[in-house]
């Protein structure tokens, strides 16, 4: 099985050289899938794989006329005049405007960028920060997993993880405020029903919250 799948995995590589001599700007092609080996009960994924599934060229939502969109980098976090009634220390989605807010004191609020859920994907609601992890590890829900039933049943964490540097989990919901490894999809309707914010970020919302924080998604 191992050899059979380095065989494939040379060819495909070969096959993307002679496209890319042939034309330098051609779209990248979809690695393969990942294959299970009955016998020794692992999961081969092909290098590269989960940063496609997780990048741009993956979500439908980046198509414009047949083609893919370039994307604005996120706006970094900054302080802002905010009216709400929500308490300081409360944070807001605001799913229509990509942003996510750290409500403060006198009017203000500490405002970031966010990726939210594709069309079909979004909601709203309130919910409590309920745990917190850095370099959490990913489990693919099993609504995720019947789209995609070529995704990892389990990832561990670290750089290259989908789900980023940190992760904030909301009550007893499947969705998080996490990293993420592809910092271009932030600010965008990139995601499966969660809140994608840039490492650093992140990082630094880690650092202002606890648990038990509020969440209100607009």
Not at 50 to 70: C, H, K, V
Not at 71 to 95: C, F, L, S, W
Not at 149 to 157: I, N, Q, S, T
Not at 186 to 215: A, E, H, P, W
Request: glycine share 10%; hydrophobic share 35%.
């Amino acid at each position: 099985m191992r050899m059979k799948h380095c065989i494939h995995l040379v060819a495909i590589a070969l096959m993307e050289l002679c496209l890319g001599a042939v034309n330098t700007r051609a779209q990248v092609q979809e690695p393969s899938p990942p294959i299970f080996d009955t016998k020794t009960h692992k999961v081969w994924i092909q290098p590269g794989y989960i940063d496609f599934l997780m990048g741009a060229e993956a979500s439908p939502s980046y198509r414009e006329n047949g083609q893919y969109r370039s994307v604005q980098p996120a706006i970094p976090p900054r302080m802002v005049a905010y009216a709400t009634h929500e308490k300081p220390g409360t944070i807001v989605i605001d799913t229509a405007n990509h942003a996510l807010y750290l409500v403060g004191s006198n009017g203000k609020a500490l405002r970031y960028s966010v990726g939210v859920g594709r069309e079909g994907y979004g909601w709203s609601g309130t919910e409590r920060i309920s745990r917190k992890r850095q370099w959490p590890d990913w489990r693919p829900p099993a609504a995720m997993r019947d789209r995609r039933p070529d995704l990892p049943a389990h990832m561990v964490g670290g750089p290259a993880n989908p789900l980023g540097a940190r992760a904030l989990y909301l009550g007893h919901t499947l969705f998080r405020i996490h990293g993420s490894n592809e910092p271009e999809t932030v600010g965008q309707d990139s995601s499966s029903g969660c809140f994608r914010m840039t490492n650093r970020d992140i990082i630094d919302l880690y650092q202002r919250v606890r648990v038990g924080t509020k969440v209100v998604v607009r």
